[in-house]
């Protein structure tokens, strides 16, 4: 009967290491809201651009603003952020 219980307690201890914790998923949480955090911050920004140019017009970045083009390619006007 008591070897019985050593083995048994001996078995638990072993599988208590074994067990994973999940301490990687933290990490792994940590990265995945920063991304979404990155994306909401660029679908804000792009739908921005979009309102400040118009729903017919193309946009782009450049240094320091955005640049607009209307539907046919011609530039419109430069927006710079403040």
Request: proline share 1%; net charge negative.
């Amino acid at each position: 009967m008591l070897k019985l219980i050593i083995i048994s307690l001996i078995a638990s201890c072993l599988a208590a290491c074994v067990v994973d914790d999940n301490s990687g998923d933290w990490a792994q949480i940590d990265i995945i809201q920063a991304e979404y955090a990155a994306t909401s911050a660029e679908q804000r920004f792009e739908l921005a651009a979009q309102q400040i140019c118009g729903t017919q017009a193309a946009w782009e970045r450049v240094d320091g603003g955005i640049q607009c083009f209307t539907h046919r390619g011609a530039r419109t006007g430069k927006v710079v952020q403040p």
